[in-house]
């Protein structure tokens, strides 16, 4: 059983800076793909970006240029930078990994907001 834990969120202003982490309990260059999601309140979990285990990236349209997904294989995590922070950007942030199984992790949350 793999466990992921997200940390980093927090409240932030409006184009302000966060940055999200994701800890895996086994070595993530073990999991093929990881990912981070997010679920606004009352709308339903979508994608934000993926990160592959050889690096390949790719990002939802309203994230493109402003987040960043990362490996930090040193320090075991996956990350998410995120700049030019909007209030629409609020909510709950999911880790993903995958291996022959999917995990998640608990989510962190992300409050965007003057």
């Known amino acids: 059983q793999v466990q992921l834990e997200e940390s980093g969120g927090g409240f932030v202003q409006p184009g302000g800076s966060l940055r999200l982490s994701c800890t895996a309990s086994?070595?993530?260059?073990?999991?093929?793909?990881m990912a981070w999601y997010r679920q606004p309140p009352g709308k339903q979990r979508e994608f934000v970006a993926v990160?592959?285990?050889?690096?390949?990236?790719n990002y939802a349209d309203d994230v493109r240029g402003r987040f960043t997904i990362s490996r930090d294989t040193a320090a075991n995590t996956m990350n998410l930078q995120m700049n030019n922070l909007k209030p629409e950007d609020t909510a709950t942030y999911y880790c993903?990994?995958?291996?022959?199984?999917?995990?998640w992790g608990q989510g962190t949350q992300v409050t965007v907001s003057t």
């Open positions: 990160i592959t285990s050889n690096g390949i990236t």
């Open positions: 993903y990994g995958r291996t022959v199984e999917e995990y």
């Open positions: 086994l070595t993530i260059s073990s999991i093929f793909r």
